[in-house]
């Protein structure tokens, strides 16, 4: 089975600017999170989706947003973009029957922000 | 709130001699899910090994096992055979699958740099 992917792999923006994050999980896997990897906070969870629902949500700005599509592939939006808002963007996907009980979560290779 | 504490922030071994890294956490819940994961220089995160809180039995993946202890909410992951590919970022991940409060998100440390050295 293919892994977890995500594109672009490296993006450099303006603060100000708004950025889309892509990530497809692997094959079967309905749930996709999403971290935040920075040298100061460490890895910070930013969201959960589920079957095109958010499920859960980490302590961020509503300038952080996500959707997931019926394929089950996720996007995440940042607007406004800060010069803190550069990190790894860490997608991970894994394989839920969407009762309480989750399964062990794999990550992409992740999209280097960085924010000028 | 759960937390993970990694409370060693670097360590060096010796190519194929044995390391322990550390690793404790502060919850409140009964059942749960225990993870140590390895990010290399390329930043790719790559699963280690999980344990569930509801097995006594110390999980085991060819080289790396943990030493779980319940009570003392400690997790340890010990690496045998050190290998060059070793060298890595460590992390020890949380996550309450069931439950009150019940969250697929995974809780991390704050990561352990390991060296392995030739």
């Known amino acids: 089975k293919a892994g977890v992917t995500q594109t672009p792999r490296y993006l450099i923006k303006t603060r100000g600017q708004q950025v889309t994050l892509s990530c497809s999980p692997i094959?079967?896997?309905?749930?996709v999170s999403w971290y935040q990897q920075t040298p100061g906070q460490g890895l910070q969870f930013l969201f959960e989706y589920f079957s095109e629902t958010q499920r859960n949500k980490g302590n961020f700005p509503g300038r952080f947003s996500g959707r997931q599509f019926s394929n089950s592939r996720s996007e995440m939006n940042v607007s406004t973009l800060e010069l803190g808002d550069s990190a790894l963007y860490l997608c991970a996907s894994s394989w839920t029957s969407g009762t309480d009980i989750q399964e062990t979560q794999y990550f992409g290779p992740g999209t280097r922000l960085l924010v000028l | 709130a759960q937390t993970v504490t990694q409370s060693q922030p670097e360590m060096s071994v010796q190519e194929a001699e044995t390391v322990t890294l550390s690793c404790t956490y502060d919850t409140s819940e009964n059942n749960y899910y225990l993870f140590w994961y390895k990010q290399p220089p390329s930043r790719q995160m790559i699963l280690v090994i999980r344990q569930e809180a509801y097995k006594q039995q110390n999980a085991t993946e060819n080289r790396f096992s943990v030493n779980f202890q319940k009570a003392a909410k400690s997790f340890s992951l010990k690496i045998s055979d050190s290998q060059l590919g070793d060298t890595a970022m460590y992390f020890c991940a949380f996550m309450n699958p069931a439950g009150t409060g019940a969250n697929s998100k995974l809780t991390f440390g704050k990561g352990i740099t390991l060296s392995v050295r030739p």
């Open positions: 094959s079967g896997h309905r749930s």
